[in-house]
Structures are given as C-alpha cells and as structure tokens.
C-alpha cells in the first residue's frame, strides 16, 4: 500500500538539505527546513516552502533534539521527516519516535539501523554470515585495559574506530603500545562529542588499502539491487575528499560478487531504502566487510551521475510505498563521475578547520556534466559547529580520462576567500601521476604530503596573472574618475600620466617562498610586457563579459603558448589567482608600509582556530619531552592537539576544560630547556 508524502520536514542542513528540498519540489511535494540560530540565513531555508528555528548552534540543542524537531513536524503538518546524513540519520530512536507519531521516516526501519549502527554489531552479523572481517576485537567490554591487550595480540598498527557514526570522527591510529592510551582516549572524546556514544573497535590498520563501497536499495516489497560501486580511497585523516565510480581497476566478476554480497547483508537485516555496504580491498584482491551506512551517503551523486537517477527521489518513493522503480538487470554504467569535497580548511597546517565570513565564493557555471552541490554563498559565516565541508563539486565524463580533464578545468573556476579552503590539494591529488592512472589507496595524501601538501613557490603565471589585474583594477579606476567628471592628466592612464614613453611600473607580490619585483610596461590597450623575478613574457588578455563581485577581475591570459581562463581576487593587498593550470595566493606588498614588528613568539603557545577546550594534560611545572601533548582543541567535530615544540618546563595553563577560545589564544606558557640555558648563560 502506498501513501504519498505532501509534506516533507527536512531534520537536516547545509548542501544536502538544498540537495533533498530540490528533488522533492521537483515531485510536488511541500517541504520544511529546521534551522539552528547559526543557520537562520543559510541557502538551505530559502531553498524550502517554510522554517522554523530549533534552537542554539551547538547540534545537541539544535539539529539533535529529536523531541523538538518532531513537534515542529506535528506543528507544520509534516507526513515524513527527512533525515539526511549525519545528526539523526542513523539513530535508530529518532526513526522508532517518528513511526510512534505517525511520520515516516525517510530511511531504513529502527532495527535496521540497530543492527548496523554499531560497528562492532554489524561485523558480529557478518562475521556469522561467513562475510571476510579485518582481524580486529569487536567486543562489548570497553576497558581500556582489555582493550590494550586485545590491540597487542592483533598487531600493530591498529585502528581505533567509534563503533556509532562515521565521516572520520573517533577514529586514531596507534602505532605502537606507548602511543595506544592517548590514541584510545582521543578516539572516544571525539566519538561521545560527535555521537553520544563512545563506544570503540579495534582493528589491524592495513597500510595501502583501499577504500570501495558499495550502494544498495531495498523496497517493502522483497526487491533489494545493488548500484554498482564508488571508490573512495583518496582519504586525509580518516576523511573522505575525492570519489569516484566506477571504481579504477574493478572487474565485472569482482564488481557482481561485492555487489551482491552487499544485498545479501541489506537482505540480511530486512532493510529498507538506501544504504551503502563498505568494504576494504588490499591490495591482492580480497576484500573486507568494514561498515554498513543506513543512510544515503555525501558521495552518492557519483553514482547518480554514471546511473542517470536521482536517489532521493527513489528514497522518497520507497518510503512512500512504492517498489523499486528498477530491477537489478535494468541498471547499468554510464561513463566516469569523479566528486571533489571542498573544505573549510588548511592542508598546510594540519587541515585545521577554517572559520570566518565567506567574502567571495566563485565557482564554476552548472552544466549536464557539472554539478555543484552546496549550501554556502558568499557573506555566509562558516561557524565551528558544524562539518567544514563548503561544497561537492561533481562532474561526469564519457570515460575517466574525459573525468579527469573535467575535474581540472572545473576546479580551476573555484575561487573562494575569507576562509582558507583545500582547493588548492585537490588539484594536485587529481594532477598526482598515481591518481590519474587509478593507483589509490587511502594513504595517498600522507605518503606524498611533501609534494601535495607543502606551499609551493607562485609560478611565473600566476605572478603575471596578479600584475594583469591590477593594471586592468588601475583602468577601471581611470575611467571611474574620468566618468565622474573629474577627468584630469592624473588619472588618464597615457604616456604623459608617467612622464616617459613606456610609463613603466614596477609592482612586488610575496608568495610563501620569496618576493618578486615586476617591472609592467604597456603594449597596447591589451597587452603587456613584464620583467622581473623569474618572469620575463609579452600577455595578452581579453576581460570576460561574466560579471563579477566587487575585487574580482576574470579575463582570459594569452601568454603566446597557451590561452588559458583566470580569475584574480583582490582584497586589500592580497590576491588569489585562479585558472586553468595556475593557483597561487600572494601579497602585494605597499612600500609605505611599516616593517612588522617582531611578536617574539616564544614562549607562548595559542589556539590554531576557534573551538572548545577539551582536555589538558599538564599543569604548570610540568616537565615535558618534545613532542609531548599539552591541550587538546576541539573544532568542527575534530580534535586538534597543541604538543611541546621542545624539551622544557610548562610554566603556565590558560583556560579550563569546557571552555570556548578564540583563534590565537594564548592557551600554554613554555619555556624550553634551550631558551632556559640562554637566560642562565
């Protein structure tokens, strides 16, 4: 019997509250956001018929009050509540509640979600179906002691894993026995902060796997399919940043017996709707059972992109009622999809999440075979609540190298600032020789951290990009001035305005690595000629006609080799260059300004961003080794843990457990053991 659904609460945020509301106007069908005091502008509450306000930032008193959120539903007339992923998506209490109220929940039945919602749970069932585990302890009994003892008998290194949730939180690798306890400890701070619950497993940690999952759907009619696999190896801290699907490399063979033990276990717990079988695939073949998510997953537009479905709408229909619109021998592959996650964070410095006001947000224009999904925009404030995941950007190709190409050229359009982003690593992991030919395993990005993740020196390009800008930024400004009747030799911008006939220029950008001094001379109305620090090229450009924020300044670079899209963002003295091949950020330097005063950094350890104190391990007098930690930071779901840069004395804590710092704090006095011996030479 089916019961269509009118109205439709989505209990969730950000891009995939936009990604749900959007298929469900498109089906007729009314929907209601929930919003948290952080959110009351966000993209996701203009994107539905109505909102009501939950409550605080913080999710425990917001988008985690099941009650609260079922009254709004009551209130607003909801017949089904929309989960999303993360927050309640895998709880199987919220899904029993909305059931005692009579509003479906769009998701598997409470047992379903019982069975699976705990790791240690879930490969209990399995190990008893004969499916393959990683060697690992399971178990109920969570001494810490226990726990030690059954880590030393699998092997180190092992996994520390949150058997409730998912998306990289509570999960710490322990290299050897003396770094287990403080590893144990962190995995569950962040579990019980992320889940409630801070329950852990501990497995075998196997060095080059991969990572392929597996998406399922079942109806209430007996019809369960598999949509084929993603591959979602390319991972930094535990976290997932590039996907794809098909999966490099994959057999039919293989591809049907992983496919169809995942509807075995779907079957297994009589499940109902979508949900994603993960698996972990070593390197000679063989796979593991990992998890199973009772959930629609962050990456399952790859597998709409090469199946041409859309998946909310088959999880709206089945919750609805209805059977599968499709059975296992109609389904097939089209083509290669790749998704890029981008965050609110610097690779540079450990991935620490960024907070901070959005003040540009460029990406590139929607198209059959460009998809962007997203709930930020620019002036949008990028709070420490919540995921630092900005954006997915997806794109679908005939075949993976036509992905690929894509990928770059749909990257490159990305520009954001007021935030520090990770746009910058995914270029290079899609540019990395290894990715390109489909050699992944999950520890890429660690291995070849040199190379993907240390700042590199600003090409020539980019410095002559930032230089173009700025003499199309010092035009515009001449014909402002001119157009407002104050036209004077001053602001025409011709050989008199300079007194010589080339009235030459010479600006100087910083990059990380070096300042470069630019002498720019005009060779016409669009074209210059540029000399100076490793850069010595005639350019042309053309400005596109796409309109632009304030400080933004796209045109299109002829360097006489090659053509190429970018965009320069200006804000104040700084720049972001964009475009195809060429991504740098630099500094204009004023030569009025005032040197920098040296702060003498010391001494004195602060805060890496903004969030809430959640352990400290010292007191002052405190003797520590170098390396040893002293607080530990929580942010975004994260934890970030400030160690002793040296051997030394801990001279004074700042703050308490539980309270919220601002970013650059002093939260540690130190005194090294070397800055000691200098004060009593």
């Known amino acids: 019997m089916t019961t269509p659904i009118r109205t439709l609460l989505i209990a969730n945020r950000g891009e995939i509250a936009c990604r749900v509301a959007r298929t469900a106007r498109r089906m007729g069908i009314r929907t209601i956001a929930v919003y948290s005091d952080a959110d009351a502008h966000a ?13 605080p930032a913080p999710p425990r008193e917001s988008y985690l009050d099941g009650a609260h959120i079922l009254d709004i539903a009551r209130k607003a007339g909801a017949d089904a509540i929309h989960p999303g992923y993360g927050f309640l998506s895998e709880n199987e209490d919220f899904a029993a509640a909305c059931a005692a109220a009579g509003i479906v929940f769009v998701g598997p039945p409470p ?38 003892r059954e880590a030393a008998r699998i092997g180190f290194p092992v996994l520390i894993k949150a058997t409730a949730g998912g998306g990289g939180k509570g999960m710490k690798i322990a290299d050897d026995a003396a770094g287990f306890a ?15 619950d801070a329950r852990v497993l501990v497995e075998r940690y196997l060095t080059t796997p991969r990572h392929i999952e597996i998406q399922v759907f079942a109806d209430t009619h007996g019809g369960a399919v598999y949509l084929f696999e993603r591959d979602c190896s390319v991972q930094r801290r535990h976290q997932k940043v590039l996907e794809e699907a098909p999966a490099p490399g994959m057999t039919a063979e293989r591809r049907r017996a992983m496919g169809e033990a995942a509807v075995a276990a779907a079957r297994a717990i009589g499940y109902v ?101 997203t709930g930020f925009q620019a002036g949008d404030e990028v709070s420490p609540y919540y995921d630092p995941m900005l954006a997915k950007l997806i794109v679908h ?27 910058a690593l995914l270029e290079r992991v899609v540019a990395h020789p290894a990715f390109a030919r489909g050699d992944v395993d999950t520890g890429l990005i660690a291995r070849d951290r040199a190379t993907l993740l240390a ?28 157009s407002g009747g104050h036209r004077s030799p001053w602001s025409a911008i011709d050989a008199w305005w300079s007194g010589s006939a080339t009235h030459a220029l010479t600006w100087t950008y910083a990059d990380a690595h070096a300042t470069h001094a630019l002498r720019v001379v ?99 007098g405190t003797r520590v080794d170098k390396g040893a930690p002293l607080v530990v930071v929580e942010a975004m779901k994260m934890e970030h843990t400030i160690v002793a840069p040296a051997a030394g004395v801990v001279a004074a804590v700042h703050g308490a457990v539980g309270e919220r710092v601002a970013e650059g704090v002093d939260l540690v006095d130190f005194t090294a053991d070397a800055a000691a011996e200098g004060v009593a030479r």
Request: aromatic share 4%.
């Open 182 to 196: 403080a590893a144990l400890a962190s995995a569950q701070r962040e579990a019980q902060a992320s889940f409630g």
């Open 111 to 148: 047992a379903a979600i019982a069975a699976m919602g705990s790791k240690s749970a879930a490969k209990r069932i399995m190990e008893h179906a004969s499916v393959p585990l990683v060697p690992g302890y399971h178990g109920d009994d969570q001494d810490p002691t226990l726990l030690a």
């Open 522 to 620: 005009p060779r016409g109305s669009r074209a210059l000629a540029l000399d100076g620090d490793g850069v010595r090229m005639d350019v042309r450009f053309d400005v596109e006609p796409r309109a632009t924020a304030a400080g933004e300044c796209a045109f299109v670079l002829d360097d006489g080799t090659q053509r190429r899209r970018v965009v320069v963002i200006a804000e104040g003295t700084q720049r972001l260059v964009a475009g195809d091949g060429v991504r740098a950020r630099l500094t204009r330097a004023d030569p009025y300004a005032a040197a920098p005063a040296d702060e003498g950094g010391d001494g004195h350890l602060h805060a890496p961003m903004s969030g809430t104190i959640v352990a400290i391990v010292v007191t002052a």
């Open 455 to 482: 700042p590199a020196p600003a090409p020539p390009l980019a410095l002559a990009a930032a230089a173009v800008a700025d003499w199309i930024a010092l035009g515009d400004s001449a014909a402002a001035t001119a």
């Open 273 to 373: 709707g979508a949900g994603t079988v993960e698996f972990i695939a070593d390197t000679d073949g063989t796979f593991y059972f990992m998890e199973m998510n009772t959930r629609l997953q962050v990456e399952h537009p790859v597998t709409e992109m090469i199946t041409g479905l859309d998946l909310v709408e088959w999880q709206l229909r089945v919750a609805a009622g209805e059977p599968l619109p499709l059975a296992q021998d109609q389904l097939a592959i089209h083509g290669h999809a790749l998704e890029a996650r981008l965050y609110a964070e610097d690779p540079e410095r450990e991935f620490l999440p960024s907070i901070g006001t959005i003040r540009h947000w460029r990406m590139p224009a929607p198209s059959a075979r460009v998809r962007i999904d």
């Open 43 to 55: 993209l996701h509450v203009a994107a539905c018929d109505e909102a009501w306000r939950l409550g």
């Open 397 to 423: 190709g005939t075949d993976r190298a036509s992905a690929l190409a894509l990928m770059r050229e749909a990257l490159a359009q990305c520009a954001i600032t007021g935030v520090a982003t990770n746009v």
